[in-house]
């Protein structure tokens, strides 16, 4: 294993830092046919926690499934084998890289699903300031398709209310600040977004407000995201289900995240 600081470029890292998401060139090309096939696989066999968005307008359906890493050998030899918990270390500033989970998103083409701006955080039963996913399109991706994020929103300090696609919220009663309206006021953010190959990826932090448009062109548009936490990573009890849910999971809020279920891939240490 190389040593971190000669893993990326340090403006990566800075970029990441301070800006919340940062592209990364080739880091992952070697895995673009392997994730490929993982894909078909996990398409042909979903989990119980594939949730896929048929449109009411009968366009063409966005696929997503999720935790799927322990049981499809492509994903498991990915999180395993890849860089990709060295390169979460090193993007984090942390000593360990832990696993959190996997979430693959299809959008077949001419899907009309928008994907609202949000944040993850939120969502998830996991809180930290290290935290980094991996968004890695498996086709390419146009600007005007790209997934974009608003430059230095993971350090506002803000956890936004976490709404569903329809623009419900997810958590009854909830009284968090609402996500701001960022398509109406993109001239008051700095929006970042890039044009990408297969095995490209954006790293960004689950506080990152983000969102992707439809897709309305001729090609599948297919991405697997993996997600990893850091060393200060702490269990967060949340007001209900969270997404993903692991139903099954024990834990104490603010406790150590360490379960069987999200075991450390890098540690610098070794």
């Given at each position: ?7 990326l ?8 830092q ?10 992952f ?24 968005y048929?449109p ?17 050998d ?5 999180v ?11 993007l ?16 077949e ?5 928008v ?9 998830y039963?996991?809180?930290?300031e290290?935290?980094?996913?991996f ?17 230095g929103?993971h ?6 209310r ?15 600040e ?29 506080r990152?407000?983000h ?18 936490v ?12 969270t ?5 099954d ?7 150590p ?13 070794n």
């Open positions: 294993m190389a040593e971190l600081s000669h893993l470029p340090q403006n990566d890292v800075e970029s990441f301070t800006k919340g998401a940062a592209v990364l060139r080739g880091v090309a070697d895995w673009v046919e392997p994730l490929r096939a993982g894909i078909a696989k996990n398409q042909a066999a979903p989990s119980p926690f594939e949730r896929t048929v009411e307008d009968g366009s063409a359906p966005f696929f997503q499934d999720f935790c799927n890493w322990a049981r499809i492509e994903y498991r030899e990915f395993l084998n890849s860089p990709a918990g060295a390169l979460a270390a090193q984090m500033r942390s000593k360990t890289a832990r696993i959190f989970h996997d979430h693959v998103l299809v959008k083409p001419g899907n009309s699903v994907t609202p701006w949000h944040q993850d955080q939120p969502y039963l996991v809180d930290g290290q935290s980094v996913s968004w890695v399109p498996l086709d390419p991706i146009s600007r005007n398709m790209a997934i974009e994020y608003v430059a929103s350090l506002w300090g803000r956890a936004y976490p709404q569903r696609f329809d623009g419900t919220s997810l958590y009854a009663g909830d009284a968090a609402t996500v701001p309206d960022v398509d109406a006021r993109r001239d008051e953010f700095e929006i970042l977004g890039w044009e990408m190959e297969p095995g490209d990826a954006v790293a960004f932090s689950f990152s407000l969102g992707a448009p439809a897709n309305n062109s001729a090609n599948r548009r297919r991405v697997i995201s993996v997600r990893w850091g060393d200060d990573a702490v269990f967060a009890q949340r007001p209900g289900r997404s993903p849910p692991f139903p999971l024990q834990f104490t809020d603010g406790a995240f360490d379960a069987p279920e999200f075991p450390v891939v890098f540690n610098a240490a």
